[in-house]
Each structure stands twice: as structure tokens, then as C-alpha cells.
């Protein structure tokens, strides 16, 4: 299989070719056809499936036509959960894109006004954007979406867990009836259903089968908590290994990512937060901070984190259990980047009884209970008879062992 037979121009084919990318992903080979073809689809696909390329391909194409139109709102308009998937689809649209003459804005929240306000004065063809903020620019006039021909519902799913469903109604009520629209959503069930039935016509269902998630270069482990008190002892352990070089810290809450990131803090680790509420500048420097190694440990919340991307990270704790086992997949990939061996510790308290089993199900993985020597849980599951060896194996295989500046 081959992109020369999606119909794609050719020199998107080249810039694909450019890219290194020869064989098309499965949601690619179906999606990229029927979206050229001009109909509304439903695509049920995961992250990493290669769904921005499967969008943004014939989202390029369709520019190659002139609007009908005259004017100056955006032709394609991409709607992300979150501002990091959001800049993410930006910077692959220019990737697709290259050398094409194509203008691009993104339009997301936790930004200054005044620059989006600049894009959207001027001619611009696709704008990537969250709803809230699109919604705002909606309410003060300042974006025209009346040329739009092409909607793109990105992970539709998680913008409805976000609360945006009033927003993406308001905007898609000003968008003209007769555009194209694709919404991609890791389900098509419940309520992204009813938003399917809302803002498509006709649409074709595309559903790729789960590519199974295993993640061998993962070692996984979960440990038993009693309390916050046991965790925090554990983290501690586990954060002053020697192998271990930056770890990230998963939280349930943005509460307990500030509290538990001022208790590290005080135990002298070199660590930062990382949540919804901030200001993106704030959010950009912490993450420039990791980057650089300058900051060791990084407590965030699962949307603050989708999409991190450092190398540096080499264990990633669950210092609460995520709620659903995709979830975990989504926590547990932000380590093991760039082909290096990372190292995943899921603390269990005692409602997540059923998660590690879920968890075995979903990904095909392994995940060992394990226990700290001196540190054992008095309650439930005290029986894990495996030790939690040094380093709890972080960094394994890859980079000789140093202590770094703990
Ligand atoms: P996505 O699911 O769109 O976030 O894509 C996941 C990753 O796969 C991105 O890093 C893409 O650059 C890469 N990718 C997408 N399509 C292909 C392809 N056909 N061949 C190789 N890499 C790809």
C-alpha cells in the first residue's frame, strides 16, 4: 500500500516522501479517499493512529482550488480540545504543507488577544483553534467563519468531556450548511453520537480497530497505597533512585498537582506543576524548563500533559491511578520516547481495585504488583511478593547510571 492511490496531489506525495512517510496508516488509507471524495465522515481513531495527516492532507488539497468566496475568514477550520494539540496541528499542517502558500492561525485560549487578533484581520486559510476561545473571538466579531468549506472535529470526544458542547454548537451555527465536516473521536458512542447527528450529513463511518497499545519498552508496575502519606514516601523513594533522570507525576486534580508539587518542593526536589488553570506563558516556561533539564520533576494533570514529548523522561508515576485504562496508555507513552526504555509505578488505592486487570486487557502489557522494602502497604494487597528493584529499573538498557542533582 502506497499514498500514490488516495488521490492525493503530487506534491503533497513528495513532501510525504520528503517526510520519510511511505506507507499510509490504516485510518489514513481509508480516510484520506472518502474526505477528498467531498462527504462528511465519522472516524473512530486513537492517538498516533496518524489521524492529523488522515484531516490535513485533503485539507491542503481542497486549497489548491480557489474559494468561491471572497473575503477573508479561514476555508478550514480544526477545532482541538486542548491550545498543545492545537499548536501540534498547526505545526504538522506546515510540515503537510511545506512549500505550499497556505496561511495558517491558531486561535486558542491562555494567549494574548492581540496577536490572534492580528491573524484574523488578514487574509488566512485554515485556523486551528479550542472552542472556548474561538467562541470569544465569535462574540466580539472578530473572526468571519462564513467562508468556511471544511470542519475538522478533532478527538470531538474529549472537547465534549471538556464541557464545550455550547461552544462548538454556537460556532458550527455560523459556519455554512453546505461545508464538508470530519470528526475524529476515540468513540463514536453517547454523546459524540448526538454531536455527529448534529453537525454531519450523511456521513461515512470510518472505524479503525485499536492498534494494540503494547508498549514493551515500558517496564509497568503498580504499587499498593494505604494513604496520601504512604504515597507521598514512596514517591520520595522513588524519585531519589539513582537511574532515574526526569520523571513526570500524574495527578487526579489540578489541587493535587499544586499541593503535591509544593510538598516535593519542600523535600528539596527541583520540580513544577503543570495544569489547565495556568497562563500558557507559564505553562510554555515549565515545559522549557523540563525540556532543558532544568527542572527534574513535573506533577500535571492528564489533559496538561497530553502531548509532552520529553526525551529526559524516564519513570512516570501514577501518583493517582488514572480512571480508565486509555487513559493510562495516554500517561504511561510520555515516557519511553525517542526509543529509550522508560519505566511506568501506577499507586493503586483502594477503589482501584480492577484497574490493573483493565489495564493487563487493554494493552496486552504486564504490569507487576510490586512492593518498597521498608514501605510496604499495612492494608489490602500487602501480599505483592515481587521487590521493587533499584531504580525501580528506570533507565535500564539505555544511558549508564548518574546521580543528577537531587
Ligand atoms: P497522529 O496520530 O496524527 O498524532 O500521528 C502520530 C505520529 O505518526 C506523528 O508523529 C506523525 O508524524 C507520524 N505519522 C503519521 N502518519 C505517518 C505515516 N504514514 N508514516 C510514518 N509516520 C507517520
Given amino acids: 500500500m ?13 513532501t510525504l516522501t520528503a517526510l520519510g512517510y511511505t506507507t499510509p496508516t490504516p485510518v489514513q488509507l481509508q480516510a484520506i479517499p472518502a474526505a477528498i471524495a467531498g462527504g462528511d465522515l465519522l472516524v473512530s481513531s486513537q492517538t ?33 480540545p486542548t491550545r498543545e494539540l492545537a499548536l501540534q496541528v498547526q505545526k504538522s499542517c506546515h510540515g503537510y504543507g511545506n512549500g505550499q502558500r497556505m496561511r495558517t492561525a491558531s486561535v486558542v485560549g491562555g494567549m494574548p488577544y492581540g496577536l490572534q487578533l492580528k491573524l484574523l ?6 485556523v486551528i483553534a479550542t472552542p472556548g476561545r474561538l467562541k470569544d473571538h465569535m462574540d466580539r466579531r472578530t473572526v468571519n467563519l462564513g467562508r468556511v468549506e471544511l470542519l475538522v472535529l478533532d478527538e470531538a470526544d474529549r472537547m465534549l468531556d471538556m464541557g464545550f458542547q455550547e461552544e462548538i454548537d454556537a460556532i458550527v451555527a455560523k459556519i455554512p450548511k453546505e461545508r464538508q465536516t470530519l470528526l ?17 450529513r450523511n456521513p461515512a463511518r470510518i472505524t479503525i480497530a485499536r492498534v494494540a497499545e503494547t508498549r514493551p519498552d515500558i517496564t509497568q508496575h503498580a504499587l499498593v497505597a494505604d494513604n496520601h502519606a504512604h504515597k507521598v514516601r514512596m514517591l520520595d523513594t522513588l524519585l531519589r533512585e539513582e537511574e532515574v533522570d526526569q520523571t513526570l507525576v500524574f495527578t487526579a486534580t489540578k489541587r493535587a498537582a499544586e499541593d503535591l508539587s509544593g510538598e516535593l518542593l519542600g523535600k528539596g526536589f527541583d520540580v513544577g506543576a503543570l495544569h ?18 532544568k527542572m527534574k520533576v513535573l506533577v500535571a494533570t492528564d ?10 523522561i524516564n519513570l512516570v508515576v501514577n501518583y493517582d491511578a488514572p480512571r480508565q485504562a486509555e487513559d493510562y496508555v495516554h500517561r504511561i507513552g510520555r515516557t519511553g520516547r ?49 521487590v521493587l528493584p533499584a531504580a525501580a529499573g528506570a533507565g535500564r538498557g539505555h544511558e549508564p547510571s548518574r546521580r543528577r542533582g537531587y
Fill in 2 to 14: 502506497s499514498f500514490t492511490t488516495l488521490g492525493l496531489d503530487p506534491s503533497l506525495l513528495a
Fill in 48 to 80: 498516533g493512529s496518524g489521524k492529523t495527516a488522515a484531516f490535513l492532507l485533503p485539507a491542503l488539497q481542497r486549497l489548491y482550488k480557489p474559494s468561491p468566496l471572497s473575503g477573508m475568514g479561514p476555508r478550514v477550520l480544526v477545532l482541538t
Fill in 121 to 126: 484581520s488578514r487574509p488566512v486559510d485554515i
Fill in 184 to 200: 475524529f473521536s476515540a468513540t463514536l458512542e453517547g454523546i459524540v453520537g448526538h454531536l455527529a447527528q448534529r453537525v454531519t
Fill in 276 to 293: 489547565g488553570d495556568m497562563r500558557q506563558r507559564e505553562r510554555s516556561q515549565m515545559l522549557q524548563r523540563l525540556r532543558d533539564g
Fill in 303 to 312: 489533559v496538561a500533559a497530553r502531548g509532552i514529548d520529553v526525551p529526559g
Fill in 338 to 386: 525517542a526509543g529509550r526504555a522508560g519505566v511506568a509505578v501506577t499507586f493503586l488505592g483502594a477503589q482501584d481495585r480492577n484497574l490493573v486487570r483493565q489495564i493487563e486487557r487493554f494493552t496486552g502489557n504486564k504490569v507487576s504488583m510490586m512492593v518498597i522494602p521498608g514501605l510496604e502497604p499495612k492494608g489490602r494487597g500487602a501480599s505483592a511478593s515481587r
